[in-house]
Each structure stands twice: as structure tokens, then as C-alpha cells.
């Protein structure tokens, strides 16, 4: 039998910080935040955390890192017991400062830049793949399709630099190379001028989405001399339909990274039925991500209660993509899902409603 939680019984507050509005990605926000509210629910229909309801406390952050510390400090006037979510990984990193500093317990759903923070601590988790994993895993696909002159289509960010050296020094070990174009000195055809120059066989999209990304897919698509070319976008832009909407048919056979397993669980193919009635399309591994933060903060406050820093050895879930558990892993200063999976799909040329999946990162 269905327990439900009373609504006068006084709530567990967890403080969710999702991109709401641009320039933030508001799609990728939607599905994140779609994942979280339905995880809530869930919990709640079942019981709540201890006999209290969860309750959702939602700031937008805007891709903006001064507006997400705000944020924080708000969540800590406000009692939450922890915080969730974000998306963007520079915005990321400066709510899990902060939120270190003031002792608040953080589950990073989907940003992945390897540096979360400075020092160790036991109050940040994280269950994205780490930026370093998921992008050698690129590049490993690359090299596997021959591609190991590489150039980089880029735009000044921390997250973009962290990608384009990861690929710089994975690349050299392996006798390829890595040419960085910067887009906000080579219009799109010139830069296409360069990729010719250059000889490169594959042009990887270190940049927003839709400007300058849409431009430079539509340039090097509609010039001859780089029909072989392939375009690549590893932080995932062709992952939502926004991508197609804009670009049709070009925007296809464009690989990029992706978190989801090859088989959902038995909990991730219910969770994808209601998502996908919910968001009025196929959910993202952001929705996914989304679900799964709550799913483990909800076992960490049943585990430790209010400690919920000292639960992530201790977690373990049964989440939508998997078994999740944390772990330390060398050179990360936060608890890491070790096993969170990876893959490198694109959308079917042939049909670009349809995802490809290209490559897949061996289970560890």
C-alpha cells in the first residue's frame, strides 16, 4: 500500500540550481529540472525521507556563477539540507565553493569539469563523469575512426581550455595533434579556410550553442573541400531537439558524448515513460541525471540524517542508469560515481530523430 506524506508535516528543504534562462542552455535546464521535481514526487507518493516530504526549493542560475553563489547563500538562509543540480560546469564550480565554505552538503548532477573544487572535501559529490574520462573516451573513438589530426573550434571558458587540453595531451601521447581555431578571430570562412590549410580530418565544437555552433556546422557543411570532414561536439550539444530545429538534416552524424548506459534499470524505463509524458519528448541524460540526485540524497538523509556529508561512502542505489555508488578517484577533490556510464552517440543521418550509439566506454 501507498503511504502518502502528510502535507502539514514539516518538509525536507533540498535546493535545486538549474539554468532556467539564457544565455544558460534552458533545454538542458528543463530536462534537469523535469528529472528532479519527478524524483520528488516519487519519494513523496512513497512516503517522504523519515515520515517528512522532500520539497523542492528551485533558483535559476542563468549560466551565470555570481548569480549561482547567491543562490547559495540564499539555500543557507533558508535551512536546506543540500543542494542539486546544475548543469553548466564553470557554474558549477563556484556553487560547490561556495557551498564547501558554508558547510553545505552539494550532489553535482550533470557538470563534469574535473577541477569541482580546489581542495578535498566531504561536502561535494558529483555524478557526472569526471571532464578527463569523458573526453578521453573521445578521443579514443577518434582515433578508432582514424581521425588524429584534430582541430578545435573554441571560445574563451574554463571548460572549454580544461577540453582542449585534455584532448592536447591524449592526442600527443598517441601520436595525433590537436589545432585550436578561435572563433572569435576566424569567422566561419575562414575558418574553414584553415581546416583545409591545416589538413585536418575532424573539427570538434568547443563553443555555445546556437552562435557561434550553428554558423560553423552550416559553413564547414556547405563547402566541398571538407565533405570528408568530421564535425564533433563532446559536450553534448546535438543531444536536444533545439539542435535539430535549427540545423535539419546538417545537424546530423555530429558525435558527441552521452551519459546513459546501453539498457536502462527496471526503475530507469518506468522514470523514462513519466519523463517522456512530461516533457513532451524523449528525456536527455539530463533528465536522468536530474532523477538520480534526488534518488541518492534521498538514501544519504535515511542513512545520516542532517550529515549528510558523511553518507557518500555509504550510498548505495539503485538508480535509473545503474547501481550508484561513490568513491575516491585519483586527482578528484570530490566523491565521484565511479561507474557512471559513458557513451559516444550521434543522431542518424537518416533519420535524426533516432541516436546512433558510435562507442562506448569499458565498464571498470
Not at 502518502?4 to 538549474?18: D, F, N
Not at 577541477?115 to 559529490?125: K, Y
Not at 582514424?146 to 600527443?172: C, H, K, M, N
Request: charged share 20%; glycine share 8%; with cysteine.
Amino acid at each position: 500500500m501507498v503511504t502518502q506524506v502528510r502535507p502539514a508535516q514539516r518538509s525536507v528543504r533540498i535546493g535545486a540550481l538549474v539554468p532556467r534562462t539564457r544565455p544558460g542552455w534552458v533545454e538542458a535546464g528543463a530536462h534537469l529540472l523535469a528529472g528532479l521535481e519527478l524524483a520528488v514526487e516519487d519519494i513523496n507518493t512513497a512516503g517522504g525521507v523519515l515520515g517528512r516530504p522532500l520539497e523542492l526549493v528551485v533558483r535559476d542560475t542563468a549560466a551565470d556563477p555570481q548569480r549561482a553563489v547567491a543562490a547559495v547563500d540564499e539555500f543557507a538562509r533558508l535551512g536546506v539540507a543540500a543542494l542539486a543540480g546544475e548543469y553548466h560546469s564553470v557554474v558549477a564550480r563556484a556553487a560547490a565553493a561556495r557551498a564547501d565554505a558554508l558547510g553545505l552538503p552539494f550532489l553535482c548532477s550533470s557538470a563534469v569539469l574535473d577541477e569541482l573544487v580546489e581542495q578535498p572535501t566531504d561536502r561535494v559529490a558529483r555524478l557526472a563523469p569526471p571532464q578527463s574520462r569523458g573526453w578521453q573516451t573521445y578521443a579514443d573513438f577518434l582515433l578508432r575512426a582514424g581521425r588524429d589530426r584534430i582541430a578545435v573550434a573554441t571560445q574563451p571558458s574554463v571548460y572549454w581550455a580544461a577540453g582542449t587540453r585534455i584532448l592536447r595531451e591524449y592526442f600527443a601521447s598517441r601520436g595525433g595533434s590537436v589545432l585550436e581555431l578561435d572563433t572569435r578571430v576566424l569567422a566561419p570562412a575562414a575558418l574553414c579556410d584553415a581546416l583545409v590549410e591545416q589538413g585536418a580530418t575532424a573539427l570538434l565544437l568547443l563553443v555555445g550553442h546556437p552562435d557561434p555552433a550553428v554558423p560553423l556546422v552550416e559553413a564547414v557543411r556547405g563547402d566541398a573541400r571538407l565533405a570528408e570532414m568530421l564535425l564533433g561536439a563532446p559536450a553534448g550539444q546535438p543531444e536536444f531537439p533545439e539542435w535539430t530545429k535549427a540545423l535539419g538534416d546538417a545537424g546530423a552524424g555530429i558525435p558527441f558524448l552521452r551519459y546513459l548506459p546501453e539498457r536502462l534499470s527496471v526503475r530507469g524505463d518506468r522514470v523514462e515513460r513519466h519523463l517522456r509524458a512530461r516533457l513532451g519528448t524523449a528525456p536527455s541524460f539530463v533528465a536522468f541525471e536530474g532523477y538520480d540526485t534526488i534518488a541518492v540524497l534521498a538514501a544519504a538523509l535515511r542513512l545520516r540524517g542532517a550529515d549528510i556529508a558523511e553518507s557518500w561512502a555509504q550510498v548505495a542505489v539503485e538508480g535509473t542508469r545503474g547501481s550508484i555508488a561513490f568513491a575516491r578517484l585519483p586527482g578528484l577533490n570530490v566523491w565521484q560515481w565511479a561507474g557512471a556510464p559513458i557513451q559516444v552517440v550521434d543522431r542518424d543521418p537518416a533519420e535524426p530523430e533516432r541516436f546512433r550509439v558510435l562507442h562506448t566506454r569499458p565498464a571498470e
